[in-house]
């Protein structure tokens, strides 16, 4: 088996409010959808949100599950950096402070107000 894509679906309360979470992080909105009105609908009930190649599905109330632990990987320590400050700047969840880990990483931990848990890391050497 080869995969081309991997899409993890987050189960939100709030469609909008989280594309808008993400669009402050500096992602772009992919698709809108709810059922009544179709696509590029202004209340959607499932949407994409995407970073470069990884795209992640919004789904309201349904799909997927809270809670969700979800690693990005950004190419530099710079990045991570300016992500970090991001966060905090808007007022972000941060669980974890950025950290060097053993095994030659920097990460901290966001928190998307469902409870999701995005481990944002680096390499660090």
């Given amino acids: 088996m080869k995969l081309t894509s991997l899409t993890p679906i987050l189960n939100v309360s709030d469609v909008p409010a989280s594309l808008g979470w993400f669009e402050a992080l500096g992602w772009e909105r992919g698709f809108a959808w709810d059922d009544e009105s179709g696509m590029h609908s202004r209340q959607p009930t499932f949407a994409s949100i995407q970073s470069g190649d990884a795209e992640i599905f919004l789904c309201l109330d349904g799909q997927g599950e809270r809670g969700m632990w979800i690693s990005w990987f950004l190419s530099s320590l710079e990045e ?46």
């Fill in 80 to 125: 991570l950096e300016a992500a970090h400050t991001r966060a905090v700047d808007l007022g972000y969840v941060i669980s974890q402070e950025p950290t060097d880990e053993p095994w030659g990483i920097r990460e901290f931990h966001l928190r998307h107000p469902d409870g999701h848990v995005f481990r944002i890391s680096a390499e660090s050497g």
